[in-house]
């Protein structure tokens, strides 16, 4: 234990203070400071319920719609952010790589452990809303709620590892990246009910619940906002149909964590 201690104390240390800088630099130099962490995804859902609930009339039906879609956009915004970061992490840090010899996966950790922050306190103003609003917390959520964050930073963080070492190699992983988040924002259930989607066709909902993203948002919108929500265990009689979004989600951590590693060994003579 003591040798385990000894082994990651270095790796502990380096990465306590990258994830302080990185908090500390995020809003560096801006009047409002850390309060950007609360306003741009305040701003965020005040144009998208503007647009999708008062013209649109998107999610008629669903009970607190608004808490609905304020916390779709804050967990797809957490997972946009970690991924997005991790594509350039490893290029961005590539003098001090040049220089030092150290654990690499402490760079793209620090970056979804600083995320991970900013979402408590996203997630701060979504239950300040619950109470404003009267939405009921499932006794359940204090369980679940706590496993499908961890669900949603594995599968972030092994697709950040994987995008920041193929970047080394390929810069081309930037723009289709920026382009893949574009449709799979819209492909995922963040601004509408997946119950649209089971009207046009109910296969086509069976295949997007799949998505360890849309059954993560929704598994969580079952436990804090209302068990209206459509999840996968709903679409699904199968029990081992249920939990493959799961096993994805640690599958694309494996090979995320694995990738990086080989290609870590390099990184120095390549950045």
Known sequence: MQNVKQRYRYSAILLRELVITDFKLRYHGS?????????????LFAILYVVFVWFLRVGEGVPHYPIYLLLGIVL???FAEVTNNGVS???????LI????????????SGSLSALINLGINLVVVAL????????????????VPLLIIQLFVLALGVAFLLSALYVKFRDIGYIW????????????????????????????????????AQIVQDIRYYMVTTDAITIHTLFDNPL?????????????????????RQSRYFAEKV
């Open 31 to 43: 009047v409002l400071g850390y309060i950007w962490s609360l306003l741009r995804p305040l701003a």
């Open 76 to 78: 797809w915004n957490y």
């Open 89 to 95: 992490a490893i290029l961005g840090r590539g003098d």
């Open 98 to 109: 040049r220089k030092i010899n150290f654990p690499k996966y402490v760079i793209v950790l």
């Open 129 to 144: 809303f619950m109470v404003v609003f009267g939405t009921e917390l499932q006794p359940a959520a204090l369980i679940f």
């Open 178 to 213: 920026e382009v893949f988040m574009q449709g799979a924002f819209y492909a995922t259930p963040i601004l509408y009910p997946v119950t649209y989607v089971m009207e046009k066709a109910y296969w086509a909902a069976q295949l997007q619940m799949l998505n360890p993203m």
């Open 241 to 261: 149909l249920t939990w493959l979004p799961v096993v994805l989600s640690g599958l694309i951590f494996w090979l995320g964590a694995t990738y990086f590693k």
